[in-house]
């Protein structure tokens, strides 16, 4: 037997590894940016810190209003005593947007038949959280939400 | 130049004859579960339907959050026999995906997945994946408010899978929210990325299929049984089933052309009755029973858990099925498929019973 680590075995064994480690090299650098470009760049978001959702005449006691709070949707409330609330308009199942129900005096979610009440929690069916409420300030006739 | 002169001027060019041997090879064995044979070449044939209406409704439909809906309506009212189209596209993606649920589970039952035929049984599993991909992607672009909602929640979905939820939601939605963004992806892989996907595929699971011909179910296993030649016999009564097929579909798109709705927006409420495809109808509806909390999780990490386990379950069967690969009968998992099928027939009747 000859011994293995002739010159020739050990020639063969580096130029493995360069050929391998390239191959390596290339794959990554086709892969990588491939797998970036996938992935979307975060947008800022507009981080509005207040909006102008409605009018008070507009809003009846009793009813309820889909706003715009920038990118994302609100509900304005106004209770049967006529007190006037905001929240996220967003479902926090699984991301529908709510409605307020006349008839039965809470929010409601279409999707799954999720359930809040005039305060925004969550009180029957899936959504496991309450509803983040907003700040509402009346200025004449505006009604101004903001976070917080 | 007669045809007989034409087809051998051919055959010493491309030299056909190893693919003409062996479709004269292929034979179907008779017994009485051979009508399941159908189904397999019923749901290849509604694909081809796809591709060909898919590729003329290109033509015309444009993916953005602006003219998708727009150009649908374009293609329903103004283009000649747009409807015609639209319709059979819709319909003859709904009756796939029906005959490929019975295709599936008549192989599941005769236990079609015994060795050799385990990878045969996986990569029909990833085509059931991949046309539901076809089916959810396909839902959103006509961009109207259920597909809209149906979209949201379907993608909220998957972000709630832990560890790779939020990557998989943006990867999905083009960013945070469904927006013109998702459209535009969705539209991407519905009509390139599952194609290219499906046509490999589909080459695969077809190969398998041809390299170990039909299975016999274990009942009938080593008995001496008739069978019938693929080409022409058995092909030619494929072919009579397509055409009822064909017809079937016509008549469906005539009398109930598909349905555009409203166009979608962003700030409305979620609109009462929504729905999504019938096919995730079963998921959707156990969505709606899994209370908020079980324990210390939310309900529905619960449920995607399950849904993902039943997934793999499936793609796995061959390989935990012990009993049959060894040759004996195996009721649990004949019981099993009973189970998953009912579950799913029962749980999308009550999804629209309600
Ligand atoms: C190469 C293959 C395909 C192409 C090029 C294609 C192309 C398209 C296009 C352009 C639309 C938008 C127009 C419209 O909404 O009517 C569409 C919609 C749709 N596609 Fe496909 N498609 C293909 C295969 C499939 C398959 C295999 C399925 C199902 C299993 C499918 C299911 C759907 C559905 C459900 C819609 C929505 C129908 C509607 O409401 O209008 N497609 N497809
Ligand atoms: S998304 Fe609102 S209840 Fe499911």
Known sequence: MENTNTPVTTRRKFINY?????????????????????????ITESTEASVVAAKVSELKPNSGKIFKFGSKPGILVKTPSGEIRAFSATCTHLDCTVQYKEEAQHIWCACHNGRYDLMGKNVAGPPPRPLEQYTVNVRGDEIIVSKG | MNLSAITTWVNDRAGLEPLRALAHKKTVPLHRHSVWYYFGGMTLFLFAIQVGTGILLLLYYRPSAENAFESVQFIMTEVRFGWLVRSIH???????????????FSAYLMKAYRPPRELTWVSGTLLLFIVLGFGFSGYLLPWNKLAFFATKVGTDIAGVVPGIGTFLLRFLRGGDEVTGATLTRFYGFHVAVLPALVTAILFVHLYFVQQRGMSVPPSLAG??????????????RDLMGWLLALGALAAL????????????????SAPAGIKPEWFFVFMFQTLKYLPAKIGAVDGEVLGILAFGGGGLFWLLVPFLD???AQGKSSRWFTLIGILILLYIVGMTIVGYAE
Request: charged share 10%; glycine share 4%.
């Open chain 1, 18 to 42: 360069c050929l391998g480690t390239s191959l390596g090299a290339t794959l990554v650098a086709t892969f990588y940016p491939i797998f970036k470009f996938l992935v979307p760049p975060p």
């Open chain 2, 322 to 324: 012990r009993q049959s």
């Open chain 2, 90 to 104: 819709s319909w003859s993606a709904n009756l796939m995906i029906a005959t490929m649920f019975v295709h599936m």
């Open chain 2, 223 to 236: 008995k001496p049984l008739q069978t019938m030649k693929f080409v022409p016999n058995f092909f030619l």
């Open chain 2, 253 to 268: 798109a005539a009398l109930f052309p598909w349905e555009l709705g409203e166009k979608a927006d962003a700030f409305a």
